[in-house]
């Protein structure tokens, strides 16, 4: 079986980990996941950036709605970055601009085409990928050298622009989910709010760094590079982002003249996309057809 863009997601998946970029001495993982088989042409790519509140996870995280879309005919590449508390914005956010650039200099080895690499994002990785997006070559996210294909370091510029994104239930604006969650301390409910505070204060060393990494901000006061097109999910019980945060990002993306497909996930919670359920049966599906569109363009 030739390998192409399927939705119906017909192939088996290998995996393999390999360090993709070296920031201060520090080895960073990639998982890369691709479909068996050969391709009659070179495939798209995606880059997965994993949640944990800038503090958690690693570059194994996503694995469930890696493992299924890569069965669609996509080489999958999850990175592992850099995190709060040990480092501070914006370093995660150079990390990821890097995981980009690293797909690109590894296209034939991978196999695929350079010209379509989108990414996807989950809660903070959600906001980190919308920001990579965003801002391709931004000066700020500049420094963390990739493996070049022949093991050396290559810290020198290289395209790290996307051409579409997936952001399930994004952390847009930084600061007003801290906001938010200093609120929701001792409110009676259970809600884990010390949890979240500390792991803003871990990555972001002010109130002023969660906000200039707010992608709602940047949309608004017109300092994005570039919108490329974004299918978010927004589940209807997120009691972790509020939906006046999602909400505010929704229409400043709308205003900038952005293209952005909302999908209500009604009885979902944060994090849904992590556990198999029909809810991430369904956002699956939908990324898919999504992609699908995105490629046939």
């Not at 192409?4 to 993982?29: I, N, T």
């Not at 691709?34 to 509140?53: F, N």
């Not at 622009?161 to 301390?185: I, K």
């Amino acid at each position: 079986m030739k390998i192409r863009f399927d939705q119906a997601a017909p192939y088996e998946v290998e995996e393999v980990d390999a360090p993709f970029a070296k920031p201060d001495g520090q080895e960073l993982l990639a998982r890369i996941y691709r479909p068996t088989g050969d391709a009659d042409a070179p495939l798209a790519a995606l880059v997965d950036v994993h949640g944990g509140a800038w503090s958690r996870g690693d570059h194994l995280t996503g694995a469930l709605h890696c493992r299924a879309l890569a069965a669609s005919g996509l080489v999958v590449v999850s990175l592992g970055f850099r995190q709060g508390s040990a480092a501070k914005h914006p370093a995660a956010s150079a990390d990821v601009a890097a995981g980009v650039r690293y797909v690109r200099a590894h296209a034939r080895r991978l196999g695929v085409d350079s010209r379509r690499v989108g990414i996807v994002g989950s809660s903070s990785g959600g906001q980190l990928a919308l920001l990579a997006a965003l801002k391709p070559g931004a000066p700020e996210f500049a420094g963390t050298p990739i493996v070049a294909p022949d093991g050396s370091l290559d810290a020198a510029p290289g395209d790290e622009s996307v051409a579409f994104v997936l952001a399930l239930y994004p952390v847009a604006d930084p600061l007003a989910r801290f906001r938010y969650v200093v609120g929701r301390q001792n409110d009676g409910s259970g809600f884990d709010a010390a949890r979240l505070i500390a792991a803003h204060h871990g990555y972001f060393l002010s109130e002023a760094q969660m906000a200039e990494a707010s992608v709602t901000r940047i949309v608004a006061a017109r300092e994005a590079r570039t919108l490329p097109p974004v299918w978010l999910a927004h589940p209807g019980l997120d009691d972790n982002v509020p939906a006046a945060i999602t909400d505010a990002f929704v229409q400043a993306y709308q205003q900038a003249a952005g293209a952005i497909e909302r999908v209500h996930f009604p009885g979902a919670r944060h994090g849904f996309i992590r556990q198999a359920s029909a809810d991430n049966d369904k956002a699956i599906a939908l990324m898919r057809d999504f992609i699908g569109r995105q490629l046939a363009r």
